[in-house]
């Protein structure tokens, strides 16, 4: 079977808010509006195999620009800007398969299922007009099923993707006793988790 869902939405904010890393907190950024539309498909061309896609598209923009002020002459969103950390589009598919693989061992049958998934984020918008690197990212999955027990094994970026989970584009300085405060953005990244996996045995009582 296939079961297909697509919905859109609209939003408006009078007063948005994005998170400063130069100041550590939230700051006003102004009147935004979001235009977006989601797809949701589930399908099952046979019994021992299902798969899913999900996407979510979204239009974030900024409808006015922020005041500048002595501490900021030159504010790091403008009107037009999509607003930051928001992406455009993510993605995530998902593969599973499941079959008996011995019809009566001992007391019980045992199951097999493996599992693939891909997430996808497109560039995030980030200040001064900047933007982040798309992540792409596989995930897969093994278990083993028997009457109660459970032995599952996960893998996680199974490619080791280098990748930044956060983005950030501001302004910063590590020698405070200058005097001189720069104005130029500079990129800070925070490392996305590299491959790992986990080895799981469980029991239902």
């Not at 890393?21 to 399908?43: C, D, K, W």
């Not at 979510?56 to 002595?70: I, Q, W």
Request: aromatic share 10%; no cysteine; net charge negative.
């Amino acid at each position: 079977y296939l079961h297909l869902s697509v919905g859109g939405y609209y939003t408006h904010l009078s007063d948005d808010v994005a998170f400063d890393a130069g100041e550590g907190r939230l700051e006003r950024i102004g009147a935004t509006q979001r235009l977006g539309a989601v797809l949701n498909a589930v399908t099952r061309p046979m019994d021992w195999l299902v798969a899913s896609l999900s996407m979510t598209f979204v239009d974030a923009s900024l409808l006015e620009s922020p005041p500048s002020s002595a501490e900021e002459p030159q504010p790091p969103f403008t009107a037009g800007q999509s607003v930051p950390f928001v992406p455009p589009l993510v993605i995530r598919a998902d593969f599973g398969a499941h079959r008996t693989l011995v019809d009566q061992l001992g007391d019980w049958p045992l199951d097999g299922r493996v599992g693939l998934g891909w997430s996808f984020l497109s560039p995030r918008p980030l200040p001064y007009g900047e933007a982040a690197s798309a992540v792409s990212l596989v995930d897969s999955s093994a278990a083993l099923s028997w009457g109660p027990l459970a032995l599952t094994f996960e893998l996680f970026n199974a490619f080791n993707a280098q990748y930044a989970a956060v983005e950030y584009a501001f302004p910063s300085d590590w020698n405070a006793d200058d005097g001189v405060r720069p104005r130029t953005p500079a990129r800070h990244r925070s490392a996305g988790s590299p491959r790992s996996w986990m080895l799981s045995l469980g029991v239902t009582l």
